[in-house]
């Protein structure tokens, strides 16, 4: 009998550390590009550049026989993705970092309610508490009537929205096809699915803008990667918090890098909403349930 893996709370902070360093590098890159190239063309480059990284992914993706039932859910989970990256990329683009990544964390709280909708997970009291406390921390960040919200706060809302639903699935077809064909398929379809975006509004990138998204690509890629080892190397419940500090990162970028300034009240709704999701982690670990809230990368592109 296989003796399972020991936890290492250590490595796995320490990997999840990396992780939010490589995650808030890409929407650093992602901020350099600027908006001169649309934002689904942008996506699609990122993704189209990437598939290099699926090389070693070929052959279980070669001996996967996926059924009818599988294809038909990779594809919802491509288009699903599609949507969500090409909103994230236009968000990237109009407003701040720290307003993107507490915006972001919104995803995880999706996936909760979508998994009681969709998934019959029972929706506790406790868990419709937490769901509310985020929202409220989602109209801390946006003071509606108080600032000007523009079209990239839009653009987030609905791309958390997305990004829960692919999500949702992934953790489905993870379970019956594993990992490597699982994220190989998200990277084929959402490849796809961006091309025809991509097309109808085609401007021609220079070799900078190509670099910018290569480079893109891999720090997504590298960010998956090591989000994988942490979480492999400890419970969720030590790796989840440790993730959430790229909300501080996101802000020093923000107010030292792009000039953004420091907005006190983004800082306050992201800790609003890093409270909730960290109390539902805990609540899945005491109840010992198959996880549904996901660390927030997870749910990225």
Known sequence: METPPQSNPVRGVFWMLVTGVFFVAVTAVVKVLGTRIPAPEAAFLRYALGLVFLIPMLRPLMNARLTARQLKLFSFRGVAHTA?????FFAMARIPIADVTAMNYLAPVYVTLGAALFLGETLALRRILAVVAALIGALIILRPGFRDIGAGH?????????????YLTAKRMADETGAAVTVAMLSI??????????????????????GLLFIVAF????????MSVALAAAPV??????GFLQLVWAVLLGAFVFDEGIDIWVIVGGGVIIGAISFMTW??????RRLRTPVAPATKL
């Open 154 to 166: 839009l653009g987030m809302l609905i791309a958390a929205v997305f990004f829960a639903a692919s």
């Open 219 to 226: 720090l997504a890629t590298t960010g998956h990667y090591t």
């Open 84 to 88: 969500g990256v090409a909103l994230w």
């Open 237 to 242: 419940t030590v790796t989840q918090p440790v």
């Open 189 to 210: 379809t959402v490849t796809i699915g961006l091309a025809p975006l991509a097309l109808m509004n085609w401007v021609t990138p220079t070799l900078h803008e190509l």
């Open 283 to 288: 609540r899945e670990a005491v109840l010992k």
